[in-house]
């Protein structure tokens, strides 16, 4: 991570400064409507940063990272409706169920390569998407309201816009600052060797497995806590969340902002979700225009935004 | 004991089915070593295709045929604009991309026939019952589709194994460079193989369609059972794919029938009730990973490239 | 009489039907060059690989250091001592040429699971990379992106690589394979001053160079060890002369064999 002045460091800390900006605007405006867009934007960029983890540093591409959302969310919301509403009890089963089945599926998953790679954690997914829609008690196939949010002792209030905006980024750039840590400690150089050759590193004395079970394991529990947050902003948790497709928009926001960089999932969730929310105002048929455009950036825009911009820099 | 019956056949069709989407999934992913989540959505279009066909010309097989063709040009057209451009990327460049396919596609359809349903109603002489055995009945469309579907499983097996066609499409599944450089026409190979992949899940979609609603998103479940059966069976091998067909539309079959009834036996009414729908439903997925875990490469993994 | 440092009895490896390592023996003692020379399809890199732990033998036995590592995986025997270079050329190729070797390095001080420091600004790592580098001489490309260097120097790096796990024996897959005429010469030079530290298994094609290095000469032939000698005992040897080193020789000095 070299601090050298180009396009791309340009836009990411404009970007940042806007969000930090974004409630006094939203509070001068008026505009509320924008505030809670972000907020949710920022939990995607913050699931979509720990994918990003796994899949751009890690090489592992995992079709079922929603699972994790659901997770931490159901760990909420069963909590909040056993009647245990304190987030200092709540948030850290959240973040200790994602790991413990980040640690079961990976240590199955990645045993296996490729496309086959990519099936089974989609398959594992599905199973806890249909597990979630057999939990009758806790509303089933039509999820599970949350009445109260997290509670965190008078500390912060969860259900004041503002405060739970800035919590939502705090933990956004917390999530991606540990992320840059790790990238660039001796663990994180140990899984980007292993993406690039595997062979390799098991030569030179590495065991290639566990390090890459343990990140699967960080990026689950931070896709976790992304899950918390996002049953705290929606007050409702429900299947419809660890739905493969939901894998799939999260997969999308990682490739359209850049794989692989590190603030490159903020910039893609924002495209995506903005796009998504632009276009659907301006027709119900938004998906008649975003999803060619998937295509066209496939075709065209390798490396995805972030890619774009550092080839502005070179000319 | 009928029931059981009755039930194997039942898992019988839905595994043919399931074939009818994974051959043409597994030909495309073992050949061109593309991976089309938008098969499902050729599904979808399949059936609804014929929902339209059918009302227009109110005969059930003219319309199901005018609607294979449909479904055969569509996907010609598909590969031709723009998946023959992803060939050779990366999985996951072809996953972004058919991932939008698929957004494409529901809402296309949602735009052209609206967000309900439709419905498509079977002719007469289709919806009486057959004896098959002293006793025992069976609808008479589903035993269509059984035989429909073996008889096209058995041309896809006499196509790809004895035809020149066939030995071409096995010789680029196992070497694409050889293939070209025998004079093969790679490019023209491939898009008949992709027209053929989504002829024969137009063909699916078609005839599950009387027997479900036909509705947006009703290919992505099954695309996912379809990749499950390929991942099962080995990607590219077709004979794994049938096995693992069958296989998993019996599984799935008798679970969804028996689970219930089994589970009450070891479970209270309630703990049974609550859990067996979603055991059922996670039997496939389960059968997957327990597949993978012990044979990473499936069951029948198909020769090395 | 010390133990041998490298110790394989009776190797059998299979695939399908073919004996890909026909019950093989070799020893190998401390301070040696020892060659490893025969036909294309011979069975050295499945040999070598085998000897690394990349693939597991059928049956037999492999000691190395007086241990039996017949079992361990690569990473293990790797922290034993025991160091590969690929054939094809098997870096990582999206890394610096340092961090390459620095990673090799750290992989043989304590382990990696570390998440907080940042591992380019160890110091230790970083020394013992530059000093592999130098060694090999490429001191000043240190910072270069390995898929930026030539064939040549990611040669040299791959033996970079091998020296930074600190090995006790070098195991070398044809380093020389498709070098020009002064790289390989730079190459035999190196590997002339590397032997005197190192115990090396060399498995080679260029035979100059391997007559002009190897203590003794093992020769595969399906497989099979025909001989194993001196190189001069291996030069008058009647069945390696009629197996092999005839035309084998004559096609080496023309144009080189593909790997």
């Not at chain 1, 001068?28 to 939990?43: A, D, K, M, S």
């Not at chain 1, 990003?52 to 997770?71: E, K, P, Q, T, W």
């Not at chain 1, 290639?208 to 990140?215: I, N």
């Not at chain 2, 089915?17 to 599904?43: E, K, P």
Request: hydrophobic share 55%.
């Amino acid at each position: 991570m070299k601090s050298k002045l180009n396009a791309s460091n340009a836009v990411v800390a404009v970007v940042c400064a806007a969000l930090v900006l974004l409630p006094v605007y939203s509070a001068v405006t008026g505009n509320i409507f924008i505030l809670t867009l972000f907020t949710r934007i920022i939990i995607f960029a913050l699931a979509a940063s720990s994918l990003n983890l796994m899949m751009g540093y890690g090489g592992m591409m995992s079709f079922g990272h929603a699972a994790y959302l659901g997770i931490g969310g159901y760990a909420v919301g069963i909590l909040a409706a056993e009647g245990i509403g304190s987030g200092f009890i709540q948030w850290p089963v959240a973040l200790a169920v994602s790991a413990l089945f980040a640690l079961v599926i990976g240590a199955l998953s990645l045993r296996t390569r490729g496309v086959y790679f990519i099936m089974i954690t989609l398959a594992f997914a599905q199973m806890a998407y249909y597990v979630a829609s057999a939990l009758s008690r806790y509303g089933g196939d039509d999820g599970l309201t949350i009445y109260k949010r997290s509670t965190f002792d008078g500390l912060i209030n969860l259900s004041d816009r503002t405060q739970f905006y800035y919590l939502c980024l705090a933990c956004l750039f917390g999530g991606v600052y540990l992320i840059w840590r790790i990238v660039n400690s001796r663990f994180g150089l140990v899984v980007q060797g292993v993406r690039s050759n595997e062979q390799r590193m098991q030569a030179i004395g590495f065991p290639a497995y566990r390090y890459r079970l343990t990140c699967f394991v960080i990026a689950g529990t931070i896709c976790g806590l992304a899950g918390a947050l996002l049953a705290n902003n929606t007050d409702f948790v429900s299947p419809a969340v660890m739905y493969w497709t939901r894998s799939g928009d999260l997969m999308v926001m990682v490739i359209l902002g850049g794989m692989g960089s590190l603030f490159g999932p903020l910039i893609g969730a924002i495209v995506y979700l903005v796009l998504e929310e632009l276009l659907s105002q301006f027709t119900e048929y938004w998906a008649l225009i975003m999803g060619p455009l998937l295509l066209l950036i496939v075709l065209f825009a390798r490396g995805g935004i972030m890619g774009l911009l550092g080839r502005v820099r070179r000319g | 004991m009928f029931l059981l019956i009755e039930q194997l056949l039942n898992g019988l069709q839905f595994g043919l089915l399931l074939f009818l989407l994974a051959a043409g999934l597994t030909l495309v992913f073992g050949i061109m070593d593309f991976v089309n989540l938008a098969h499902g959505s050729l599904y979808m279009m399949g059936a609804y295709f014929a929902a339209t066909f059918v009302g227009w010309t109110g005969s059930f097989v003219l319309g199901a045929v005018l609607a294979l063709a449909a479904t055969l040009l569509l996907g010609i057209a598909l590969e031709f604009v723009a998946l023959r451009h992803l060939y050779g990327r990366d999985h996951l460049d072809q996953v972004l991309a058919t991932f939008g396919l698929i957004l494409f596609f529901n809402d296309m359809v949602r735009l052209i026939w609206g967000p309900a349903g439709l419905a498509l109603p079977l002719p007469t002489w289709l919806t009486t019952p057959v004896q098959l055995l002293p006793g025992v009945y069976y609808p008479a469309y589903r035993l269509s589709i059984i035989i429909v579907a073996l008889l096209v499983a058995a041309m896809l097996y006499l196509v790809v194994m004895r035809t020149r066609i066939g030995m071409l499409i096995r010789a680029g599944a196992s070497n694409r460079e050889m293939a070209g450089a025998l004079g093969i026409n790679i490019k023209l190979l491939f898009t008949l193989v992709f027209g053929l992949g989504a002829a024969l899940a137009g063909l699916a979609g078609l005839m599950q369609a009387p027997i479900l609603t036909v509705q947006i998103g009703m290919g992505e479940n099954i695309l996912i059972l379809a990749f499950v059966i390929i991942v099962i069976g080995g990607i590219g091998s077709i004979r794994g794919a049938f096995l693992a067909a069958i296989f998993v539309g019996i599984i799935d079959t008798l679970g969804r029938a028996f689970l219930p009834d089994l589970l009450r036996t070891v479970l209270s009414g309630a703990a049974a009730s609550t859990a067996a729908p979603a055991l059922s439903s996670m039997l496939i997925y389960l059968l997957m990973a327990i597949v993978l875990v012990l044979r990473p490469e499936g069951l029948f993994p198909a020769a090395k490239r | 009489m010390a133990d041998p440092l490298l110790r394989v009895d009776n190797l059998v490896r299979r695939f399908g039907g073919i004996l890909a390592t026909d019950n093989l023996s070799l020893e190998v003692p401390r301070g040696e060059l020892h060659a490893i020379i025969g036909p294309n399809g011979a069975g050295k890199t499945t040999l070598i690989s085998q000897l690394t732990g990349q693939l597991m033998p059928n049956s037999g036995t492999i000691h190395f250091a007086g241990r039996d590592v017949t079992r361990l995986p690569s990473y293990r025997r790797s922290r034993l001592g025991l160091a590969r270079s690929f054939q094809i050329t098997s870096l990582l190729k999206d890394f610096s040429a340092i961090d390459n070797v620095a990673l090799a390095a750290q992989a043989h001080d304590g382990h990696s699971f570390r998440f907080w420091g940042n591992a380019r600004k160890e110091k230790h790592l970083r020394d013992t990379a530059r000093a592999a580098l130098e060694r090999v001489g490429l001191g000043s490309r240190a910072d270069v992106l390995v898929s930026e260097l030539s064939h040549g120097e990611q040669r040299e790096l791959e033996l970079a690589v091998a020296l930074a796990t600190k090995p006790q024996l070098l195991l070398l897959d044809e380093p020389m394979a498709g070098l020009g005429v002064t790289e390989s010469a730079r190459m035999v030079t190196l590997l002339k001053e590397l032997r005197k530290e190192f115990t090396i298994v060399l498995v080679e094609h260029d035979m100059e160079a391997v007559f002009a290095l190897a203590d003794r000469i093992t020769v595969l032939v399906y497989g099979r060890v025909i001989a194993c000698d001196t190189p001069d005992a291996i030069r008058r040897h009647e069945e390696v002369k009629r197996a092999y080193l005839g035309e084998q020789h004559a096609v080496t000095r023309q144009g080189g064999p593909i790997g």
